[in-house]
């Protein structure tokens, strides 16, 4: 079923999370250990990272070293697909636009339809880590947008190289915002223009980088609305549970933490005392955004279910 469906049939704010793939040869039933536990708030569906391969250089033995292409967390489209198996619910499976060409990304869709999937959040993904700016694949799509036209296109039966009326996929396209901007962006008003531009191009349901000001998120959505956005925005969620995540989240995320966070996460002395702060900021900050409508909350689990079980269990 379609996020959009759900949201619409759903007369409370839903839960869901998103999960990583594993680092290669872990089984799929080590995954489930890590959902298991969050299955009793009934999530309708769950989302399913994408990574892209990142270049090491291997010593060849004779002094010189050869660039290899390694890719270390493959397999969003089979996870999808055991998690739709195995918990009757639906799975949104991660594409970006890194390391593709359209061809390519083509035969991704191609196999998603042909398992059933209906949702997709669509990305651009970042830049490698060897390189400062991100560079499309040769043929490849350049931004989010362009991959939202592409999926829209197929939706419309409208393949790369011909046109098949009669065989139209029928994807529910989700796109990423940014309520403290994408890092980017020459500023939020451009930020958001392209973000228009992705549901013009068929977004029908738009998720947030995770944010820890409830403010932010609601001074975004008023910005979105203004500029005609009307499709749902769901809030992302991270709870906060080591000392390592005080500096990792803000530089690698881009984002603020609120001052009456840091000055609580400042006091801590242990990962202990971060994962009480962290979870108290999250119990606080679902509560509000339920108040608010919020139509789902989206946790990034980031491999570690406990945290967000902890909060759910006070808020579903
Ligand atoms: C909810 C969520 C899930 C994510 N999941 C993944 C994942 O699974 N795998 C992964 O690799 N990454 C993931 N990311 C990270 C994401 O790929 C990066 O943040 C990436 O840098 C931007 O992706 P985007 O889809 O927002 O890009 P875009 O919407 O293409 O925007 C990228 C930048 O380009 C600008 N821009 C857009 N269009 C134009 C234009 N026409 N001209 C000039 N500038 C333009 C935008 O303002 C923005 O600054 C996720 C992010 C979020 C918020």
Partial sequence: MKVTDHIKNSSQTIF???????????AFNDICKGIDPLMEFKPPF????????????????????????????PGTVGISAALMNRYKID????????????????????????????????LRGDPIKSEQVFTPSKGGNAYAADLIGQIQDMNEGQYLHEETKNNPSNFCIGAACYPEKHFEAMNMKTD?????????????????????DNNKYFEFVKKCRAIGITKPIIPGLKPITTLKHIAFLPKFFHIDFPESLSNELNKCKS??????????????????????????????TMGKGTAVRNIAKEIF
């Fill in 16 to 26: 869901s999370f998103e999960i990583i793939p594993p680092l290669k040869g872990v």
């Fill in 192 to 212: 958001l223009e392209h973000l228009k531009k992705k549901v013009d191009a068929g977004a029908e349901f738009i998720v947030t980088q995770m944010f820890f």
């Fill in 271 to 300: 990962n202990e005392d971060v994962r009480n702060v962290g979870m108290e900021w999250g119990i606080t900050q679902s509560k509000e955004l339920i108040k608010n409508n919020a139509p789902v909350l989206h946790f990034y």
């Fill in 46 to 73: 769950i989302n399913v990272t994408y990574h892209r391969e990142e270049y090491q250089y291997k010593e060849m033995g004779d002094g010189l070293l050869k660039k290899i292409s390694v890719r270390k967390r």
């Fill in 91 to 122: 799975a949104i499976p991660h594409l970006i636009c890194g390391g593709f060409t359209k061809e390519e990304t083509e035969s991704a869709l191609i196999d998603l339809k042909f398992l059933g999937v209906d949702n997709i959040l669509a």
